[in-house]
């Protein structure tokens, strides 16, 4: 080592030194901190640890690249100058410093996701407010920097004792020796970005272990450069007239007629029978509300006793699943009725405008629509998203501050919200027009803070304090709707847009995609629980059952009250992966056009890779790939009124 040091070169070993023993050390503690959910087995930790090897390699090569043309150009009195020496030195200081912070920040993201940083990382860089907010007011910062600066310091103070600095500080090296080491070390980098990708990683059949073998910072660059994927590109396909044509026979339903033989047209004629209703809707979409927090679902800590009461007054569907992992996918879902499509959500996505919405049929009728954000709408591109479908926009930059009575970085708390919420409704119901408002919420998102004196769990400790003011405020909502003029004719919808945390063992943890629906009006709705395995898509076209409307529909959704047993599935993905889901069966497409198939064991949660069924395997390519070709063929905007 000290010959290698001697060398001027030799201070590029001692940046992979540094590195690599930071990323070896973030990755033991995250080991240590996630091994109940790990798979243990002496060689699959030995994969682990020797992808992560390389995959640390890789990621630390890449660094070097400037400082190796800076070492090989600088002129030897340069480099031997006291000035010179300092600035090496602070340099090196600051760069453990830099890993270090960035291994503390790995440590938050994995305990919020269960992984690398990944395409929320990517995102979460572009809404700089919220989450700089959103980490303020979550962690004590202060004492958080302070301690990683200790903490570097006394790791810089032994690295130095060691005298390894010094040796390389004093090295001499002519110009031909410095340029034929740095072209040396140049191959890394260059080898390692031509030859690796991050989808390498072997699942090691756990979630856990793979995500362990990656290097974060590798990870944020991979995420930043696929954040979109194009389906065709990646996904397993069928030639787009089949899929099609099994998409035809797959919406197919008793009171469903295709209006066209065009194969890539599933414009249906919907006919519900009965007179048809002009039932008000608010919709709250609740952020982060897992079915396992609901008391009626199984929980024992009493968070939400409000909606255990109305699981006994509505329509509550107990077998309802999200489809996917963050705000803008279940908005995706519950207002376009269809599934998601890999990379970047609809809503976030350009060419989203003037699409076939649960809106733009319910306009049709001449209803006001309306979002309702407690935060800044721009987050997310959701105002964007909504006001170009067709929706009025209410978010806190809209409403005066005297309607604001308490509030984090993310949004105005979920009763102020929903006072927004009232006072929409009141000036549609004078208006005498019918409405319906998408209502989300934001007091259950970190650093889940809400007005004191509320609950009995103080705030800003914790999600379950962060339910239980939510199920409060939803409560107070249905107290001061009650004595309302439109109460009678307004259906409560209550339904989560994602869970609270969709990490598990498998590849797509079926159960960390369970969410509650309620639809609740005492005048309107007969209660009952419907068990019919259904997500987030299927919202659309069961509202409008329910208001016994025939209309044109290009949703992908059914009714879930006219479902038969064949008809129920279940969509739930993240980013890359696609997954469906019937019965105990799943079925997943991932990059690079992988297929796989799985029985499903609810009471253990885990998945056993079965053997492929094809029809069921095209079944689902035919979903997912029809859905982004309508996207980005621009065959799913609103249809015109006739």
């Given at each position: ?347 976030r996505r350009p060419g989203n405008e003037q699409m076939f919405t649960l809106g733009s049929v319910l306009r ?139 990490a598990g063992k498998t590849a797509l943890p079926v159960d960390g995609y369970a969410i509650p629906l309620f ?12 068990a019919a395995l259904c997500s987030q898509i299927d919202f659309a076209p069961t509202m409008l059952g329910l ?96």
């Amino acid at each position: 080592m000290r010959k290698l040091l001697s060398h001027r070169l030799g201070g590029v070993a001692l940046f992979y030194v540094i590195f690599l023993a930071v990323a070896l050390g973030i990755r033991l503690v995250l080991l240590f901190h996630s091994w109940r959910n790990m798979d243990l087995h002496p060689l699959k930790l030995a994969g682990v640890f020797a992808y992560s090897f390389l995959f640390d390699l890789a990621t630390a090569s890449c660094f070097t690249i400037p400082m190796i043309l800076y070492l090989a150009l600088l002129p030897q009195r340069w480099f031997a100058s006291r000035v010179h020496r300092f600035l090496s030195a602070t340099f090196y200081f600051v760069c453990l410093y830099g890993l270090i912070f960035v291994a503390a920040a790995e440590w938050f993201f994995w305990e919020e996701f269960s992984a690398r940083f990944n395409f929320i990382a990517v995102d979460y860089l572009v809404y700089t407010t919220e989450v700089i907010g959103n980490i303020q007011e979550s962690y004590p910062l202060p004492l958080i920097f302070s301690g990683l600066f200790v903490v570097t310091a006394l790791l810089f103070y032994g690295f130095w004792k060691t005298g390894c600095l010094r040796i390389w500080q004093q090295s001499q090296s002519g110009w031909r020796s410095r340029w034929v080491w740095a072209v040396v070390l140049l191959i890394p980098p260059i080898f390692f970005t031509l030859v690796l990708n991050n989808r390498q990683v072997p699942e090691f059949g756990n979630v856990f272990n793979q995500e362990l073998a990656k290097d974060g910072i590798y990870s944020f660059f991979a995420a930043y450069r696929e954040n979109e994927l194009s389906y065709d590109r990646f996904y397993p396909t069928l030639d787009d007239q089949v899929a099609f044509g099994r998409l035809r026979k797959l919406l197919r339903t008793d009171n469903a007629q295709l209006l066209s033989e065009e194969p890539t047209d599933i414009t249906r004629s919907i006919k519900n029978e009965g007179e048809e209703k002009r039932y008000n809707v608010i919709q709250i979409t609740v952020e982060s509300l897992s079915a396992k927090f609901l008391g009626a679902l199984g929980n024992r800590k009493h968070l939400t006793p409000n909606l255990d009461a109305l699981a006994e007054q509505s329509l509550f569907f107990t077998n309802f699943y999200a489809t996917g992992t963050r705000t803008v996918r279940g908005m995706e879902a519950l207002v376009l009725s269809l599934p998601p499509t890999p990379g970047q959500s609809i809503v976030r996505r350009p060419g989203n405008e003037q699409m076939f919405t649960l809106g733009s049929v319910l306009r049709s009728r001449g209803y006001d629509t309306a979002f309702i954000y407690g935060g800044f709408g721009y987050f997310d591109n959701m105002n964007y998203f909504f006001e170009h479908n067709g929706y009025k926009l209410v978010d806190r930059a809209s409403v005066p501050k005297s309607e604001i009575t308490f509030g984090n970085v993310w949004g105005a708390c979920d009763e102020d919200l929903f006072n927004w919420a009232l006072k929409e409704a009141d000036s549609s119901y004078a208006k005498g027009k019918p409405f319906h408002h998408f209502v989300m919420t934001t007091s259950n998102h970190r650093p889940f803070t809400f007005p004191g004196g509320k609950i009995d769990i103080p705030s800003h400790t914790g999600r379950h304090g962060a339910v239980k003011y939510t199920d409060y405020a939803i409560g107070e909502l249905l107290r001061k709707a009650r004595e309302k003029p439109w109460f009678t004719n307004t259906l409560f919808v209550i339904v989560a847009d994602h869970c609270a945390s969709s990490a598990g063992k498998t590849a797509l943890p079926v159960d960390g995609y369970a969410i509650p629906l309620f639809i609740y009006n005492p005048y309107l709705i007969q209660p009952r629980k419907v068990a019919a395995l259904c997500s987030q898509i299927d919202f659309a076209p069961t509202m409008l059952g329910l208001l016994n409307w025939s209309y044109p529909s290009r949703f992908f959704g059914k009714d879930i009250l006219k479902m038969q047993p064949s008809d129920e599935r279940a969509f739930i993905a993240n980013y890359q992966k696609l997954g469906y889901l019937q019965k105990n069966r799943l079925a997943i497409l991932q990059p690079v056009r992988k297929k796989n198939l799985y029985q499903y064991d609810h009471a253990k949660e885990s998945l056993v890779s079965t053997t492929p069924d094809e029809e069921f395997l095209n079944d689902t390519i035919a979903y997912y790939q029809t859905a982004s070709y309508l996207f980005t063929h621009h065959l799913d905007r609103e249809i015109e009124a006739k």
